[in-house]
């Protein structure tokens, strides 16, 4: 019984070493192209940062050229800097909402109560001066969306078998770890068997 409790003590310590050391992720995600009239909809725009102990001043810049635009003027539309967001157009007067995250690696935005004016092409500019002690390099990255805006959701199928895949997979898996629990379970308890009559 002493194996036992021993075994689920190292488990338990196991489980909290990794816990303790598991950091966020970040995964450089593609935005949805497609908005629902009336809803709202997330324009995602992520930038990681490959070494995050290096200290950053980020600004955020949001520029929308609407598709009947022919000049190919773009507008600027939106702005964060030193961590005040800030609305710029009157189009989007009050219906742009930061999304970000505290770390400024997603910097996403979404908007309010899509019209069909807001399909268009956006452009979300992330400028980062990273602050070394000699000198302090500055890289601008830019991210493309096309937004569409259509009066209802399209069914996606890939989507909807995706995500029946996942939930089978997750079923098995579960039913899996629950046999190797059993199993692993029932092989300590012969082994704590064995030490006893062998004592």
């Known amino acids: 019984m002493v194996t036992l409790h021993r075994v689920h003590l190292q488990t338990l310590l196991l489980l909290l070493f990794v816990v303790h050391l598991s950091r966020p992720v ?7 192209t497609e908005a629902v009239l009336g809803k709202t909809m997330k324009l995602t725009c992520i930038s990681c940062l490959k070494r995050e102990e290096v200290k950053t001043n980020t600004t955020v810049n949001w520029y929308f050229r609407p598709k009947e635009n ?38 996403s935005i979404s908007i309010l109560n899509v019209s069909e004016s807001d399909s268009g092409f956006y452009e979300c500019h992330i400028n980062r001066q990273f602050k070394f002690e000699v000198f302090t ?49 029932r092989k300590i308890s012969k082994s704590d068997e064995q030490v006893q009559d062998a004592e």
């Open 26 to 32: 970040c995964v450089d995600v593609a935005s949805d």
């Open 70 to 107: 022919e000049n190919n003027t773009k507008q600027h539309i939106y702005k964060y800097e030193n961590g005040v967001p800030e609305g710029l157009n009157e189009h989007f007067n009050g219906r742009l909402v930061w999304k970000g995250s505290k770390d400024l690696q997603d910097v």
């Open 137 to 185: 390099p500055s890289v601008l990255t830019i991210k493309n969306i096309t937004l569409t805006v259509k009066e209802k959701a399209s069914n996606d199928t890939a989507a909807i078998y995706s995500e029946i895949m996942m939930y089978v997979l997750l079923v098995f898996l579960t039913f899996w770890l629950l046999v190797e629990m059993v199993y692993c379970y």
